[in-house]
């Protein structure tokens, strides 16, 4: 069985996950990327039996879908309540009670395709970005074990009555989410700051005359 598996090389429970399947697939490649990197040339002309997105940065091109033999596989770190990007921010904001991890067959649309699988866990009501994305890759490699366990035991996708519940999440909204304004209450600033900032990544900010001022506790 020859196996594709995208993914990014720093993220928690990558190189479990690799292992695991491995043990069962040796025919495994591993393409590693980060935001921005170009698609990896070699997957676009080569034809698999499954392939896999493992907190990929990459949207994978429909034509690349169409070659593969069996399935093409996303694990989201999100529930279905939360699918695109920014699932924490966005549970967070709402202060959820739940949160979780999807499996599900890919579609051209990102987010959108057949799931099969789904693990959740509760939400502290203190939860931040970094506890939240913990907790949601430590899920997401027992969601990924659970089911492809199931894929190599039975040589079928397992079946879940989970379906997507609204539609994916854009950039757009989640800079929105990050955007503080000076007419917004103490309450909501703190809410989306909690909701948003995470060290080292693009932090709330707010815009005044023209220029851009991020958040940063550090300073």
């Excluded at 080292?200 to 300073?219: D, V």
Aim: aromatic fraction near 14%.
């Amino acid at each position: 069985m020859k196996i594709c598996f995208l993914t990014k090389r720093e993220k928690p429970g990558v190189e479990d996950a690799i292992a695991f399947t491995k043990n069962v697939a040796p025919a495994i490649e591993v393409y590693y990327g980060s935001i921005n990197d170009p698609f990896p040339k070699k997957v676009l002309t080569r034809k698999y039996d499954i392939l896999i997105s493992y907190i990929s940065p990459w949207i994978i091109p429909a034509n690349t879908l169409s070659k593969t033999k069996n399935w093409n596989i996303n694990f989201h770190p999100g529930p279905p309540e939360y699918p695109g990007i920014g699932c924490f921010n966005f549970a967070i904001y709402e202060s959820s009670q739940k949160f979780g991890v999807t499996a599900h067959v890919m579609e051209a649309k990102v987010d959108t395709g057949k799931i099969i699988g789904v693990k959740r866990f509760k939400m502290d009501n203190n939860e931040t970005v970094k506890t939240l994305s913990q907790k949601t890759y430590n899920a997401q490699l027992k969601l990924y074990k659970d089911v492809m366990h199931f894929i190599f035991n039975y040589k079928t996708l397992p079946d879940s009555t989970e379906t997507w519940q609204r539609k994916p999440y854009k950039r757009i909204q989640l800079e929105e989410l990050a955007t503080i304004s000076p007419n917004m209450s103490k309450d909501e600033i703190r809410k989306r700051i909690r909701a948003t900032y995470y060290k080292g990544k693009p932090a709330p900010y707010i815009e005044l005359y023209g220029s851009r001022f991020e958040y940063n506790p550090e300073r």
